[in-house]
C-alpha cells in the first residue's frame, strides 16, 4: 500500500507511482462508490480526484496562514507525508505499515533530488516542470513516467537490500593494487584518449569524470584536473541511474564455482561458496520484482476502457541505447553552483560491470549566469515580500543595479534572433521601466510578478539551451558511437582477465573471516568516512544461490533486519543530539558512535550535535546532505583545520562483556581508518 505523487500548485498531478496494492485497493473503493454498468474512469483521473482535497487544504494553509500540515495519520492507520519543494508538493503514502514517516520523508526528498539531476534548474519553476514531466505527447508522457517510477522502484530496491544505500554512502572494491591501476589506466589512457580526439568526434564535450561500477560498488574512479569534485549525493544517484539502465541481476551474474576457485588468490578477506544447485525460486524471482531488468510485454485490453495512463503501460518500452547519453545537472564546487548540465553515458563491460563517463557540454558559462541572475531576483523576491524598509530596500535596490548591467550585457551576448531571447528581453525591459525609470513605481512589492517572471524565463532559457533537443540548430550533439566503442573496448581488454574475479569480490568485498580472530564476538559492523561519503562493511549478501557467513536462513535475514533497524534507530537518536548510542536487543549488543577527527587522526573534542525537530530534513547524503550541514556546523569552532566526520555502528553477540565490545569499537575504528585499507577516490 505505497504511493508517491508529485502535484502542481492547481492540483494537477504532475507524476505518479503506486504499488499493485495500492491502485487495486483504490479503484475497489471507487468502482463501490460507482453506478451500476458505470465503467471506471483512468487511473489517473482516480487519483487526481483522490488527492485534491489534500492538495488544495494544503495550499490555502499557505495561502491563509503561511504554514501548512507536513504529515497526518487516517483513522484506517495510513500515514501522508507531504513537503512542498518551490512550487510544487510531493506526497507520500504507505498503508501497510512498512514504512515510517522518516521512511516516506526520505523518499519524497530523493524523488526531488533525482528530478534535479534530470531536469536541473527547470525544477526551480512550476510551470517549466509541468512542461517537462507532462508533455502534451501521450506516449512520450509514459515513457517518461515509466521511467522516473523505474528510477524509484530501483532505489526502493537497493534501500532494501543494499548496506551503502541504507546507511547513503558509496562502497569500494578493497583490492588496492588493481585500483590503482584501473585509475591510472583511466587517467593516462582512456580519458587522454578520448579528450584528445578530434572536435567532431567529441561534439565538442570532454570528459571530466569517468569511473567503473561493479554492480553498485566502485571499482576506480578519476576526475580530470579541470574537474570540480563530484559529490557523494550525485554520485549515488548516477549510481542509481546506472543500475535503473542495466540492472544487476545478482543470481545470474555470479559465476559458476571455478570461477569462484580462481579468484581465492584474492587474500585472507575472501570467503566463497559453492554454487548450490537451481531452486523452483530462480524462475519466479523475476515475477516478484518486475521492475529489476524486467521488460513489460504488450497486453490486449478492453476496447470499452478509457485509453489513458493506466492502460498505456501496455507499451513495450525499447532498452537503453548506450551510445545515446542522458543530460544529468549535477553540483560544481560543493554545491556554489548547482544543477550544472552534464552528459552522462553508461557502457556495459559486461553484466553487472558499467563503465561511467560524465562529460562536460559547451556553454556552461550560461549555467553561471542564469544560477547567479536567479540568486538575485530570489533574494529581491524574498526582501520586498517581507516588507523590508530602509537600509534593507537599499541594499536590494543596490544589488540590482549591478545586476542591471550584468543582464544587459548578457542578454545583448545571447543575440536578439532566439524567442526565448526575445521574451527573456520584454520581461526585463518592463521590470526595468517600472524600478529604474521615474515613472516607474519603484521597488516595492508591485515588483514581485515581475521578478516571478524574470526566474521563470531565465529558466525557460536554460531549458531551451540544455533540455530541449531542438535547442542547437544541429539537434543533439554526443561522443561519436565509434569514439564510445573504442573506449568500451579499452576498457574491456583491460579488465578482461579480471572479471569473474570482480563479480565475485563484489559480493564478498570484506567479509568478517579476517576480523573474528581478532574480534571475537563480533557480528556484524558498518564503517562511514562521511567526509569523503564512503563505507566499509563486510557483506551481507543474502540470496538464494549465494549465502555470508550467516548461513542464507531466518538466521541470516533477523541479523540482516537487525542492522536495518538499528540505523534507523541511531538516526531518530542523531536527531536528538546523541552522538553514542548503546542497545541491547535479545542476544545481541547494539553500538553506534559518531566522531570528529583532523587530517591527521587526532579525535577532536565532543561537541553538541543540534537537536532536529520529527519532521526535519532526513539525515543522510542522498536527498539532503545532513553531514555536509553538520561538519559546517562543528567546523566554526575548528577554523582552519581540515575536519572529518566518522560513524561506526557494530553488532556483538549479547555474552560478550560491555568492557571488551567498547575496546573492540575503538580498535575496530583505528584499524579501519588506515589509508592503505581505504583508497582514496
Not at 176 to 204: D, M, W, Y
Amino acid at each position: 500500500m505505497k504511493c508517491l505523487l508529485i502535484a502542481s500548485e492547481s492540483a494537477e498531478i504532475l507524476f505518479h507511482w503506486t504499488d499493485q496494492e495500492f491502485q487495486q485497493n483504490v479503484q475497489e473503493k471507487y468502482r463501490s462508490s460507482q453506478e451500476e454498468g458505470e465503467g471506471l474512469p483512468a487511473f489517473e483521473d482516480i487519483i487526481s480526484t483522490l488527492f485534491a482535497p489534500i492538495i488544495i487544504s494544503c495550499g490555502t494553509m499557505v495561502y491563509r496562514q503561511g504554514d501548512s500540515y507536513t504529515s497526518f495519520t487516517t483513522e484506517n492507520n495510513h500515514i501522508y507525508v507531504l513537503c512542498q519543494f518551490d512550487e510544487c508538493l510531493y506526497i507520500a503514502v504507505n498503508g501497510d505499515g512498512e514504512e515510517k514517516e522518516d521512511d516516506l520523508r526520505r523518499k519524497l526528498y530523493v524523488m526531488r533530488k533525482i528530478t534535479e539531476v534530470m531536469f536541473g534548474m527547470v525544477t526551480l519553476s512550476g510551470s517549466l516542470l509541468r512542461k517537462e514531466l507532462r508533455p502534451q505527447d501521450t506516449e512520450q508522457r509514459v515513457r517518461l513516467w515509466k521511467h522516473l517510477q523505474s528510477l524509484l522502484d530501483t532505489y526502493n530496491y537497493l534501500r532494501e537490500n543494499d548496506q551503502s544505500f541504507l546507511v547513503e554512502a558509496v562502497e569500494r572494491l578493497i583490492h588496492p593494487t588493481l585500483c590503482e591501476q584501473c585509475i591510472e589506466f583511466l587517467e593516462r589512457r582512456l580519458v587522454q584518449q578520448i579528450n584528445s580526439s578530434s572536435q567532431v568526434e567529441r561534439a565538442g564535450e570532454e570528459v571530466l569524470h569517468t569511473f567503473i561500477l561493479v554492480h553498485t560498488k566502485l571499482l576506480a574512479f578519476y576526475s580530470s584536473r579541470t574537474a570540480s569534485t563530484l559529490n557523494t549525493s550525485d554520485l549515488l544517484t548516477l549510481i542509481i541511474m546506472a543500475q535503473n539502465m542495466y540492472p544487476s541481476n545478482v543470481e545470474l551474474d555470479e559465476p559458476s564455482p571455478e570461477d569462484a576457485e580462481s579468484t581465492s588468490g584474492s587474500g585472507p578477506e575472501s570467503f566463497y561458496t559453492p554454487e548450490p544447485s537451481p531452486s523452483s525460486r530462480d524462475s519466479s524471482s523475476s515475477a516478484e520484482q518486475p521492475a529489476r531488468g524486467s521488460t513489460p510485454v504488450f497486453e490486449f485490453v478492453d476496447p470499452d476502457i478509457q485509453m489513458a495512463e493506466d492502460s498505456l503501460h501496455t507499451l513495450e518500452i525499447s532498452p537503453p541505447d548506450p551510445s545515446t547519453p542522458r543530460r544529468v545537472f549535477l553540483e560544481l564546487k560543493d554545491g556554489q553552483l548547482p544543477m550544472v548540465p552534464h552528459s552522462m553515458y553508461c557502457l556495459p563491460l559486461w553484466p553487472g560491470i558499467t563503465l561511467v563517463l560524465l562529460t562536460k557540454v559547451p556553454n556552461i558559462q550560461l549555467t553561471r549566469s542564469v544560477y547567479s541572475f536567479l540568486e538575485d531576483f530570489t533574494k529581491l523576491e524574498k526582501c520586498l515580500n517581507e516588507g523590508q524598509a530602509g537600509s534593507g530596500a537599499a541594499r536590494g535596490q543596490l544589488n540590482m543595479h549591478n545586476t542591471r548591467s550584468k543582464l544587459d550585457k548578457f542578454i545583448r551576448d545571447l543575440g536578439p534572433n532566439e524567442l526565448q531571447c526575445v521574451q527573456l528581453l520584454n520581461v526585463w525591459t518592463e521590470f526595468k521601466n517600472r524600478a529604474f525609470t521615474r515613472g516607474g513605481s519603484g521597488f516595492n512589492k508591485d515588483l514581485i510578478p515581475l521578478c516571478k517572471s524574470m526566474k521563470t524565463q531565465l529558466c525557460s532559457l536554460y531549458r531551451q539551451r540544455f533540455l530541449t533537443e531542438s535547442g542547437s540548430a544541429d539537434g543533439p550533439r554526443c561522443l561519436s558511437p565509434a569514439l564510445q566503442e573504442r573506449a568500451q573496448t579499452m576498457v574491456q581488454e583491460k579488465l578482461m582477465d579480471w572479471k569473474d574475479f570482480l563479480l565475485v569480490k563484489s559480493k564478498r568485498n570484506i567479509t568478517m573471516v579476517s576480523y573474528l580472530e581478532e574480534f571475537p564476538g563480533l557480528v556484524h559492523f558498518i564503517w562511514v568516512d562521511r567526509s569523503s561519503g564512503q563505507i566499509i562493511a563486510p557483506s551481507l549478501s543474502i540470496t538464494e544461490r549465494t549465502t555470508s557467513e550467516l548461513g542464507k536462513g531466518p538466521v541470516a535475514h533477523y541479523i540482516k533486519s537487525k542492522v536495518w533497524g538499528l540505523v534507523r534507530t541511531t538516526r531518530q537518536y542523531l536527531r536528538k543530539g546523541y552522538s553514542t548510542v548503546t542497545l541491547r536487543d535479545g542476544d545481541f549488543y547494539f553500538c553506534y558512535f559518531l566522531w570528529f577527527e583532523n587530517e591527521n587522526g587526532y579525535r577532536l573534542e565532543a561537541g553538541d550535535i543540534p537537536i532536529l525537530p520529527d519532521d526535519s530534513l532526513p539525515i543522510g547524503m542522498l536527498g539532503y546532505d545532513y553531514y555536509r550541514k553538520l561538519l559546517r556546523y562543528y567546523g566554526k569552532n575548528h577554523q582552519g583545520e581540515a575536519v572529518k566526520c566518522y560513524e561506526l555502528l557494530t553488532v556483538h553477540l549479547g555474552v560478550i562483556p560491555t568492557e571488551i565490545i567498547l575496546q573492540h569499537c575503538r580498535q575496530l575504528a583505528s584499524k579501519l581508518w588506515e589509508p592503505s585499507r581505504n583508497p582514496l577516490l
